[in-house]
């Protein structure tokens, strides 16, 4: 790659390693780059692995055209309760709202389940005079003098952030933004997050739940951005980075310090996008997404190559909507602990070693056995170094932990016991894809595996084995697939209007109308952002139910009329629901509209070679293969020596700088012209 080319650099902070892509504008050209993260500070890892990279390739940093990157710090600070000290500013009468949510139950039978406590104490919640009724009538004034003594008393408290929801804000937001202005002139420099602006939508739980976990966010996920802009800039890339949106698409850094609850599933949302990008290429259409990384599994189902979407979801227990990818999430990844209940039963998961100290291989003082080192002692993962030799593995660190953990007190020999924790772990993964695909009715025979992350194409033919996949797509660099997701996906941003009404002429007109007021407010956004208008995509989803339904569907919808728009929604509720009503009135909820700026580039054929499979060849190692096999040489084969369309067979392993592809008896593959690896069951072929 010349120093002289533009380049783009897509990066991905993940809880155990940073990685980092870097695409060569001329010719496509990729290179990869993994340092440890560093969780303190993740903006560090960045900085340093930036500076790393360029000076390897002999790049000029001045030459960076994008700047693009997925993250886990805003997860991560729900899940470890690290974000900012929050106030609550709200409508007399739902001081506690937060705390009582909803009936919904997820442990029924569990007398000992708790709730995890609410984001902002009881005691830095404030009732506020005011009340303005569903058709915008004020009943009560906004209350200013309680407005001002509340902001004061928060001051005092040392908030740092301030959370407001009234009552029907999402359609009338005036008393909101009134009480904004007003705590922001007391309150200088604390950033302030309104329901109305955050989820302007109806159902008070969830919008005031979402703006709680905004604004308890902002403090943090503030500090980290500007921290990581000013590594950006001491690098000397002269663009502003973008960060992925759980959407699938790129947020500004303006977007993404104002609403940080959109970064939730930063990181793995570019991981399916860069995966359904890359399978489109391939010819595949319909794929489960499999990214297991040091932390977490991740999987997506892709249907017609579009990504599923929700806009519902608990991150660590605390319930916020917004639209994103639907991704399920499990704690299985290569940190992931084994270990014995009291009565002597093996689980893995969910606690992880995390990055520090790490699976005891890496030997930096990490004693659990992880599921790394249950692939060490059996030498699926190169026994003495990864990272193509940057990172020493201890083997002998990792059987210790193993045989202390796991092996002794169960009798077993430490073999045993490592391919205990992997059937375990296998078992919690296919659980996951099972929920996804087959407890939905899809027919799971009919996908592709597209598996990624560090860990994921070691344990994907395991995977697919237990689920009933025959076909497994191993993408270029698969351990930093969501950094190159994150140069894969468009600018983009979700606007929304509520009115509940019934479906007819009038109501329909009005929908047609709150579209008109939608599509301007994103025009003037793409606008802001640079976006020319021959680049700009708009797609629009109606949410809507049968009469007496409490809880609505989603019809995209073109808008083209009332009759049309019915029957798409019967078939969409038949889909979701096996039943339609045809006879039964329908009610109009929300109306979304998704506005993206195009700035993907299209994804290019690689330069392969053209040898033998012979020709990448790099010695054989000793590996325990399950299922009674044993100890057995098997061939290693480097990756970027794989030449194109010629068939090899199982077993073997597949190594690269991020990520090792494990291929046991029984299965063949070849690499396509965009350098996956395509991985078939024997008899299956590509036919």
Not at 466 to 493: K, M, N, Q, W, Y
């Amino acid at each position: 790659m010349s120093g002289s080319d533009g380049f783009r650099l897509g990066i991905d902070v993940g809880g155990t390693f940073t990685d980092f892509t870097l695409i060569d504008d001329g010719g496509g050209e990729g290179r990869h780059f993994k340092v440890p993260s560093t969780p303190a500070d993740p903006a560090a890892a960045i900085g340093r692995g930036m500076l790393a990279m360029f000076a390897d390739l002999a790049l000029d940093p001045s030459n960076c055209r994008q700047l693009s990157h997925g993250t886990t710090v805003a997860t991560n600070m729900v899940i470890e309760r690290r974000g900012g000290r929050t106030g609550l500013l709200t409508t007399k009468g739902f001081r506690d709202i937060l705390e009582i949510g909803r009936q919904d139950r997820p442990h029924l039978y569990d007398i000992h389940a708790r709730k995890p406590p609410p984001l902002v104490p009881r005691h830095l919640r404030f009732e506020i005079a005011e009340r303005i009724d569903a058709d915008g009538a004020v009943l009560t004034p906004l209350d200013e003098a309680e407005v001002a003594a509340a902001a004061r008393r928060l001051g005092e408290a040392g908030v740092e952030a301030v959370a407001i929801g009234f009552l029907h804000a999402y359609r009338f937001p005036e008393h909101e933004r009134r009480a904004r202005d007003i705590v922001a002139e007391l309150l200088p420099g604390v950033p302030i997050s309104t329901s109305s602006e955050v989820l302007p939508e109806y159902r008070e739980y969830e919008r005031f739940s979402t703006t709680a976990m905004n604004a308890y966010l902002s403090p943090r996920m503030g500090g980290y951005l500007d921290r990581f802009r000013r590594r950006v800039a001491e690098a000397g890339v002269p663009v502003p980075p973008s960060t992925s949106h759980s959407n699938g698409g790129l947020m500004s850094p303006a977007v993404a310090a104002r609403y940080p609850v959109r970064a939730c599933l930063s990181g793995p949302s570019a991981g399916v996008i860069g995966a359904c990008r890359l399978a489109a290429a391939a010819g595949f259409q319909d794929l489960i997404t499999f990214d297991v990384g040091g932390t977490s599994t991740d999987v997506s189902l892709i249907v017609d190559g579009r990504p599923g979407f929700t806009a519902d979801r608990a991150v660590a227990g605390y319930p916020i909507r917004c639209p994103m990818v639907d991704v399920q999430v499990i704690g299985a990844g290569g940190g992931s602990i084994a270990w014995l209940d009291d009565a002597g039963a093996l689980h893995v998961g969910p606690r992880s070693a995390a990055a520090e100290p790490g699976p005891a291989a890496y030997g930096r003082g990490g004693d659990g056995a992880t599921i790394t080192d249950a692939n060490v002692v059996l030498h699926a993962l190169n026994p003495v170094a990864l990272l193509d030799g940057r990172m020493a593995i201890s083997e002998d660190a990792a059987r210790a932990a193993l045989s202390r953990r796991v092996a002794e007190p169960l009798g077993l020999a430490v073999e045993a016991a490592a391919v205990g924790i992997l059937r375990i772990a296998v078992a919690n993964m296919a659980r996951a894809i099972r929920a996804i695909s087959t407890e939905q009715g899809h027919e799971v025979e009919n996908f592709v595996l597209a598996a990624y992350g560090g860990a994921g194409p070691l344990h994907a033919a395991r995977v697919a084995e237990e689920v009933g996949i025959d076909t497994i797509l191993v993408p270029p660099s698969p351990g930093t697939l969501c950094a190159r997701g994150a140069l894969l996906a468009d600018i983009s941003s979700d606007f929304v209007s509520t009115e509940v009404a019934m479906l007819d002429e009038t109501s329909w007109r009005g929908l047609l109308e709150r579209h008109q007021a939608l599509r301007a407010g994103a025009e003037d956004w793409l606008t802001s952002e640079g976006i020319a208008p021959g680049e700009r995509r708009f797609r629009v989803v109606v949410e809507a139910r049968y009469l007496g339904q409490n809880h609505e569907i989603q019809v995209a919808s073109g808008l083209d009329g009332l009759a049309d728009f019915a029957r798409a929604f019967h078939r969409a509720h038949r889909a979701t629901h096996q039943y339609d009503l045809a006879a039964a009135e329908i009610e109009l909820v929300n109306l979304r509209l998704t506005a993206s700026g195009l700035l993907a580039r299209p994804v290019r054929p690689m330069d392969l070679p053209q040898g033998a499979v012979a020709d990448a060849v790099d010695g054989e190692r000793r590996i325990y293969l399950d299922g009674g096999a044993g100890w057995s040489m098997v061939p290693v084969l480097r990756r970027e020596r794989l030449p194109a369309a010629r068939p090899f067979e199982g077993p073997c392993v597949v190594e690269e700088a991020t990520s090792t592809t494990l291929v046991p008896a029984g299965l063949g593959g070849r690499v396509d012209g965009y350098g996956n690896i395509i991985l078939t069951r024997e008899g299956k072929g590509d036919d």
